[in-house]
């Protein structure tokens, strides 16, 4: 595997369930995002971790909960989401959270029925 | 405060006509510039970067982008359009935020149809 990889690339949830999308990055990246986007809105920035720790919650909501147990994965813990959190969420690396350059993964297309 | 305008969310050329898909910024600093593609269920990749010296920057595929300081521009071109071109393009700027790191700001993006 080379790059940023996600894992489901597509998951269909019920408002009561609990659920985790994955990232791995393979760059040696020390910095990882969870960005989410929606149809016709800009890309929002929802977390960044640097070294393993959490420097930006972008008023996120606590359904929402991220976990960064290395500098290579990345995870985004789900439970008792709204329909309007559908969405597709894209996982990215940089070298550090001070680089400007971003290597995207593939993305989750998470459904909330 | 950084912002993004993409204009046109939606654009459509003709194989082999030029693609012209226009970013304007707002920024307080110098900016750091991107222009990243999304092809269908696929994440963003890089297209090119603008950080400092030469205006016109090159990147993959064909495409380029001029800085330019006077307008707040970084607009994207290609002189000759292909169907694989097809695809959804981000203008996005670099904005340092309180921690002393950088965040990307994207614009909303336009999507490219390219018809034979």
């Known amino acids: 595997e080379t790059g940023v990889t996600q894992t489901p690339r597509h998951l269909v949830m019920g408002m009561t369930n609990k659920k985790s999308l994955k990232c791995e990055q393979h760059l040696g990246h020390n910095a990882m995002y969870w960005y989410k986007q929606s149809a016709k809105k800009p890309l929002e920035l929802m977390f960044v971790y640097n070294f393993k720790e959490q420097t930006e919650n972008n008023s996120v909501p606590s359904r929402f909960s991220p976990e960064c147990p290395n500098s290579s994965h990345l995870f985004l813990h789900l439970h008792t989401l709204q329909p309007e959190d559908s969405a597709l969420y894209l996982c990215?690396?940089?070298?550090?959270?001070?680089?400007?350059?971003?290597?995207f993964g593939p993305g989750t297309r998470l459904t909330v029925t | 405060a950084q912002s993004v305008t993409q204009l046109g969310s939606h654009v459509s050329v003709s194989e082999g006509a030029l693609v012209l898909l226009r970013c304007n910024y707002s920024s307080s600093v110098p900016p750091y510039l991107f222009w990243y593609v999304q092809y269908p269920n696929q994440g963003l990749q890089l297209l090119l970067k603008?950080?400092?010296?030469?205006?016109l920057v090159k990147g993959i595929n064909g495409f380029e982008a001029e800085f330019k300081k006077s307008e707040t521009s970084f607009h994207l071109t290609k002189p000759s359009a292909h169907m694989s071109d097809a695809a959804e393009y981000f203008c996005a700027v670099s904005a340092l935020f309180s921690g002393g790191y950088n965040k990307l700001i994207f614009g909303a993006g336009t999507r490219l149809a390219v018809h034979p």
């Open positions: 990215a690396s940089s070298q550090r959270a001070g680089e400007r350059e971003q290597y």
């Open positions: 603008y950080t400092t010296g030469a205006t």
